[in-house]
């Protein structure tokens, strides 16, 4: 299983990015969820969004709810991080990860993208 994290960038305060991760490796019989985490300087790793492919569930965490939304195109393989109204405090390299569930815990993720950067400054 791979997972390629991609769509980080800089952006303005109250600005909008998307990120992409693309997943390769998983059978159209298997049942799994993608996560987004993310990590900030000096901080631990924090689980942002998650989502199951198969029945579409969702989870996110307060600080990002109604900001952030997770979608998927499995037509692509492709999960979505839609991020509008960034703030300062969503600077962190950001990681999509696969487990059997969806998930906030990164303890309880099977497979790592690499991480993609998200700088939020003026």
């Known amino acids: 299983v791979q997972l390629q994290a991609s769509g980080g960038g800089l952006v303005q305060p109250g600005g909008s990015l998307r990120l992409s991760c693309v997943v390769s490796?998983?059978?159209?019989?298997?049942?799994?969820?993608i996560g987004w985490f993310r990590q900030a300087p000096g901080k631990g790793r924090e689980g942002v969004s998650c989502i199951s492919v198969n029945d579409g569930y969702t989870d996110y965490t307060d600080s990002v709810k109604g900001r952030f939304a997770i979608s998927r195109d499995n037509a692509k393989n492709t999960v979505y991080l839609q991020m509008n109204t960034l703030k300062a405090e969503d600077t962190a390299i950001y990681y999509c990860a696969a487990a059997f569930q969806c998930s906030l815990n990164s303890g309880y993720q099977t497979y790592w993208g690499q991480g993609t950067q998200v700088t939020v400054s003026s």
């Open positions: 490796g998983f059978t159209s019989d298997d049942d799994y969820a």
